[in-house]
């Protein structure tokens, strides 16, 4: 008697574990999170974007922030600093909102060149800086996944770009949160006076085309948001629709008080290199599937506040 009920004892214990061991068990298998590996990340790791290259877009819905890509277009973003400081930008509007494609900024009048702002002591046509030439001194982190667009892709400087060794070639790729310059169809009418935001699936058709000036690094929310524009490419009908902004302005420029604390993840850290492999090989109790793959523009850079960082 006492056999038999030590036996069903056993067997209910190992029945109530079974569901606890299985669940250890998943967890065990499953690939680390972007967040647990991100909260391990060492200080070193993270970087503070150089205030001369950031710029602060106050919108009445927030603070939209960019990264300037002043080593892939040095041109553009000294174009786009001197009409920053010249004012240009503030009373502007958002002027176009094209679904699953850009959200664009500028001056409302700015194709009638009677009522055009003035651009001020701006270049009015700048070189297209489309690609640049490959240099050593430009880091680049490649990624091994591949790619349609381009014979490489990876990280430069917390940039997705892509690079053709072959043609000693390279440039940023216009994945989600790129900014890049409005232009005519003369290659060298784009002087950064409107720019753009891809707001949709990744445009890479677009690559070569047009210069990326910089990419949004907080904010994106607020573009995207956007009601969407009912004439042609999106751009509004009406003068209400369009949003004011507020002002634009370099974090340089701006007092220390005021400046907005934001870091972000090296793109050469280890870290950022772990957080790819998780989301590439993601599997838990909701993806069983992993993909085992990953695009260059599936690839979001994460930033943080310092100021809420863990000591």
Known sequence: M??????????????????????????????????????????????????????????????????????????????????????????????????????????????????????????????????????????????????????????????????????GQAWLTHCYGAVGVARDVGAETGNGSSLYAIIGQAPRNLDRNLAVAGRVIQGMQILSAYPRGGEPMGFYDKPEQRVTIKTVRLAADVPEAERTPIQVLRTDSKTFAAVIDAKRNRKDSFYTLPAGKIDICNISIPVRDPSKAAP
């Not at 200080?43 to 919108?59: C, G, I, S």
């Not at 409302?108 to 009522?115: N, V």
């Open 2 to 167: 006492l056999k038999r009920t030590c036996l069903a004892f056993a067997l209910t214990t190992a029945l109530l574990a079974g569901p606890a061991l299985a669940d250890e068990a998943k967890k065990a298998n499953a690939t680390p999170t972007a967040r647990e590996l991100l909260a391990k990340a060492s200080p070193a790791e993270w970087r503070t974007p150089d205030p001369q290259n950031l710029v602060y877009m106050d919108l009445p819905q927030g603070r939209v922030i960019i990264e300037l890509a002043q080593d892939w277009s040095p041109e553009h973003a000294a174009n786009i600093r001197t009409l920053i400081r010249e004012h240009y930008f503030d009373g502007t509007a958002v002027i176009r909102v094209q679904d699953n494609f850009v959200t664009q900024w500028g001056d409302p009048d700015g194709d009638d060149k009677a009522k055009a702002k003035s651009i001020g002591s701006a270049k009015e046509t700048l070189p297209p800086e489309f690609v640049r030439k490959l240099d050593k001194s430009i880091p680049f982190t490649r990624l091994p996944d591949g790619d349609v667009y381009a014979p490489e892709v990876g990280f430069s400087q917390g940039f997705p770009a892509a690079r053709d060794t072959a043609h």
